[in-house]
């Protein structure tokens, strides 16, 4: 009996797994694909539950793998939803609740696509499953922990595909052949604090604050690069907690977020954002202390093989050929991009992370038609 990609998203999606609570998904996973005929391993680590599965021998000629995960992201307004968030209610042809986009359907159609296909016609090579509980959060020890295992076992992909949303509208519509690096970074300014009608006894951190993001808000990074839009710098929040209008704070502390294609790097990037620092201290006297966190490098996989291979079967199945797009957010294809060349094609994502999180269940089995079919065809190659 095929397995129900559907009914599977629904158990998925009854298991609370916000992160970094497993909350089930993995344990059900597991069994699943143990009693589908993969070899299956645990690769917990820092509290945060990760799955391997394997069908086939290590060190096969090829292998195919699927990377996923299935936490998600809190409710949110509990009072907002009009259903359980853990509920998997169906309504009119879609299925409800948190993780029901992002991205328990896309695990489910990979998961009953491999165990079908490995059944129905065992292919020269292995098949991979590597599901993380850890997407959602810093990302620390969930598909990292996976890689880092994998290294140490000696188990290698040829390819991978994640299976995260990537289509606005339409089921078909695009894939990510790479993303954009990510780049925060938390500024301090620390000035000398005074009376306001006397500004000139005190030292203003908002004045060196409000220069400095200026120009790195006015100066464009690029213009964009063959694969890549323009990079973009957001100020996303300037904070000084001072209640009173005649008195010049001491400090106030100010965070940007960086979005950045193959053009820059995080260190490059970094040194920038110091040199500005250092150049307003300079000329003002305030004080700037500068943390900053890069969450993951611009990447691209070449259209190519693989890229080609996916586009196909997605055409073959939805009658819509693909853009090859490197928009949105990051992903664990961050990751997976330094082991062996990835991409990324899963549902329409226009719900993912808001109230009434949905799916529509025909696209489920839909997409479970196209992994199926990316699958076949690689073997059959």
């Known amino acids: 009996m095929p397995t129900d990609p559907a009914a599977l998203t629904a158990d998925l999606?009854?298991?609370?797994?916000?992160?970094?609570?497993?909350?089930?998904?993995?344990?059900?996973?597991?069994?699943?694909?143990?009693?589908?005929?993969?070899?299956?391993?645990?690769v917990d680590r820092g509290g945060i539950a990760n799955l391997y599965a394997r069908w086939g021998r290590k060190g096969a000629n090829r292998t195919f793998g699927f990377n996923g995960h299935t936490d998600v992201v809190p409710v949110g307004d509990l009072s907002a939803w009009s259903v359980d968030p853990f509920g998997a209610e169906i309504k009119d042809g879609w299925l409800y609740g948190r993780g029901a986009t992002d991205m328990k359907s896309g695990v489910a159609a990979f998961a009953a696509a491999a165990i079908d296909f490995?059944?129905?016609?065992?292919?020269?090579?292995?098949?991979?499953?590597?599901?993380?509980?850890?997407?959602?959060?810093?990302?620390?020890?969930?598909?990292?922990?996976?890689?880092?295992?994998?290294?140490?076992?000696?188990?290698?992909?040829?390819?991978?595909?994640?299976?995260?949303?990537?289509?606005?509208?339409?089921?078909?519509?695009?894939?990510?052949v790479g993303r954009r690096g990510?780049?925060?970074?938390y500024f301090t300014f620390t000035g000398v604090q005074g009376h306001s009608a006397y500004p000139h006894r005190a030292n203003n951190p908002l004045h060196a604050a409000t220069k400095m993001l200026d120009k790195l808000a006015s100066t464009p990074l690029d213009e964009g690069t063959d694969h890549f839009d323009p990079s973009t710098l957001a100020i996303v929040t300037i904070d000084t907690g001072n209640p009173a209008t005649n008195v010049i704070p001491a400090q106030c502390k100010a965070t940007i977020n960086i979005r950045f294609n193959d053009q820059h790097s995080g260190e490059g990037l970094t040194a920038w954002?110091?040199?500005?620092?250092?150049?307003?201290?300079?000329?003002?006297?305030v004080r700037v202390e500068t943390q900053i966190k890069v969450s993951g490098e611009s990447f691209i996989t070449p259209p190519g093989p693989l890229s080609d291979l996916v586009s196909a079967a997605v055409e073959a199945e939805t009658g819509v050929t693909p853009t090859l797009s490197t928009t949105g957010g990051t992903s664990d294809a961050r990751f997976v991009k330094n082991h062996c060349p990835v991409v990324e094609f899963g549902l329409v994502g226009k719900t993912m992370h808001q109230v009434d999180e949905r799916v529509e269940i025909a696209q489920i089995h839909q997409l479970k038609s196209i992994y199926t079919r990316i699958l076949t065809d690689y073997f059959d190659t």
Not at 18 to 27: R, S
Not at 182 to 185: D, E, I, R
Not at 274 to 285: L, M, R
């Open 13 to 42: 999606v009854r298991c609370p797994s916000v992160t970094p609570d497993e909350g089930g998904a993995i344990v059900l996973l597991e069994k699943l694909l143990t009693d589908g005929g993969f070899d299956c391993t645990r």
């Open 273 to 285: 954002l110091q040199h500005e620092a250092n150049e307003v201290c300079k000329v003002t006297g």
């Open 118 to 176: 490995v059944r129905d016609t065992p292919p020269d090579g292995a098949v991979v499953l590597a599901i993380t509980g850890d997407e959602e959060g810093d990302a620390l020890d969930g598909t990292t922990a996976l890689l880092d295992w994998m290294k140490t076992q000696g188990e290698q992909l040829s390819v991978c595909l994640v299976g995260e949303p990537t289509c606005p509208d339409t089921l078909g519509e695009m894939m990510k």
């Open 182 to 185: 990510s780049l925060t970074a």
